[in-house]
């Protein structure tokens, strides 16, 4: 007992730590800079160049409303897997912005100031995502856009972003929209190192009571093709492979509809995946 509280302490010192960091990134690098990554975070930089609202204010805001909106419409595992990220990141981009200030850094290479703001949000989401946390956020509307509509996460999630870096563009200019896609592409590559090492592909084995809810999942949320073994004990084997990326979108799927459930994963160098 006392081993598993000291360990969901040391959890949720290490994310207090992930979310001082990116914190504080977005206080020296995103704001001054004003590029509009997409995110709750977009939506703080665009209503502080617009309203001159307060960061800190709108970030609170956001995360009350979508806390909100995941307590009614989504399942209460996942309204509580956010609800510290949901408040914490706010006061600490609060507390933050002083520090920021008192370093004063005069940014003139945009270039590699967004290499930084890919490289520490990659390494601050990846660490988030690996706890077993999650940011929440808008995040929030895709996976209500999947539960109730049957639309594919990654792309609600990508056409809400592309509109916030689009409206980005607009106020902010178009070379901000090609700093954002490269920090967008850096994020991604940092998250994936963190999660799953250096392969591309992983390949599940899985045995579970919810073969349907796992093929529907497979099929038409991850778009993927799987293969189904049976086994002498009659039990069915679903075997798959996925991108990288989608590892831990499956693993928490997986956790969420069956703890019971076995699954074996292992790299995949030379897979050849279909849609």
Known sequence: MRFKIKQEIGKYGLLTIA???AALSFNIFILPLKIVLGGN???AVLLEYMFEIK???????LSVFFLILSYFFLDKKQTISIIYASFAYPVLVNITYPISRM???NITDILLASIYIGLISGFTNGMILKLGFNNGGINVISNIFYKYFKIAYSRSMFIINAILVIIGGIYFGWENVLYAILILYINSYVVDLILLKKSKYKCFEIITEKNDLIEEYIQYVLKRNYTKILLK???ILIMTVIKTKEYIRLKEFLKSIDPTAFFLIRDSYDAKITY
């Open 233 to 235: 004990n009659e039990k």
């Open 19 to 21: 979310l001082f960091i």
């Open 103 to 105: 370093l004063s850094l």
């Open 55 to 61: 960061p800190s204010v709108t970030l609170t805001g």
């Open 41 to 43: 975070n977009g939506v």
